[in-house]
Nanobody, 127 residues
Framework: QVQLVESGGGLVQAGGSLRLSCAAS???????????IAWFRQAPGKEREFVAG????????YYGDSVKGRFTISKDNAKNTVYLQMGSLKPEDTAIYYC?????????????????WGQGTQVTVSS
């Protein structure tokens, strides 16, 4: 098993930027046979939605439509960490952001297909 530890959330004004981190704890992503890591978010009263995903080995990326062109997902293999760089933030980006990981190769948007989840980090964008 691997634990996911998110950090980097906070309060930011509209138009600003934040960088979230998702670090592996207990084991490395590779030793835990993790193939894909993704970010999801859940706003109050809404369903959890896919934000972005990255292949741990391939580096391939995939983004949800609402964040394309504004958010960038990246990884640092040496640090066993995945990042979500968020720019041009909008109030509607306010949510709890979760890191998730799965062992299968394909990047998928369905949360039920992810095996591991972090505790979440709050992002609040003020207008």
């Amino acid at each position: 098993q691997v634990q996911l530890v998110e950090s980097g959330g906070g309060l930011v004004q509209a138009g600003g930027s934040l960088r979230l981190s998702c670090a592996a704890s207990g084991r490395t992503f590779s030793s835990a046979n993790i193939a894909n890591i993704a970010w999801f978010r859940q706003a109050p009263g809404k369903e959890r939605e896919f934000v972005a995903g990255i292949g741990w080995g391939s580096g391939s990326t995939y983004y949800g439509d609402s964040v394309k062109g504004r958010f960038t997902i990246s990884k640092d293999n040496a640090k066993n960490t995945v990042y979500l760089q968020m720019g041009s933030l909008k109030p509607e980006d306010t949510a709890i952001y979760y890191c998730a990981a799965r062992g299968s190769r394909a990047i998928v948007v369905a949360q039920r297909l992810y095996d591991y989840w972090g505790q979440g980090t709050q992002v609040t964008v003020s207008s």
